[in-house]
């Protein structure tokens, strides 16, 4: 009993560790300064300006210029709108290194697979990363 108590002690502490390291000094989530920078790069690479961003996701005037400047938040549902908009997935958008153009061929090329061909290369990767 003792064993399995130290267990979850240690597996608590180690997720707040973890969590611990998404905020900032200041207590701002770090995700949230990397969906601002990678949405500013996504719109450079789609050479669009905040105002056609904001036009085509049907957001009022300023809320994307106030959350790219970290004045504001966007829920989630803009977000999704932004990120359609922009074509980029949402799931890469929240990490540091997401949104480069090698990870949007990459998402792009696993979600044209179908799930028989997504399974395969699964299979394959997973035997060649256990060889090594």
């Keep these: 009993?003792?064993?399995?108590?130290?267990?979850?002690?240690q597996e608590s502490a180690a997720q707040n560790a973890a969590a611990k390291r998404l905020w900032d000094m200041d207590g701002t989530d770090v995700r949230i300064e990397h969906i601002r920078t990678n949405l500013k790069i996504a719109a450079a690479m789609r050479d669009l300006?905040?105002?056609?961003?904001s036009r085509r996701a049907d957001l009022g005037r300023n809320a994307l210029s106030q959350f790219l400047t970290g004045k504001s938040i966007l829920s989630v549902a803009n977000l999704i709108a932004v990120c359609d908009v922009l074509d980029v997935p949402l799931a890469l958008i929240y990490r540091e290194d997401g949104l480069t153009r090698a990870n949007l061929r990459l998402y792009r090329a696993l979600e044209a697979m179908d799930g028989a061909s997504l399974s395969s290369a699964i299979a394959k990767l997973s035997a060649s990363v256990s060889e090594e």
């Design 1 to 9: 009993m003792h064993a399995l108590l130290e267990s979850k002690t």
């Design 49 to 53: 300006s905040l105002a056609e961003i």
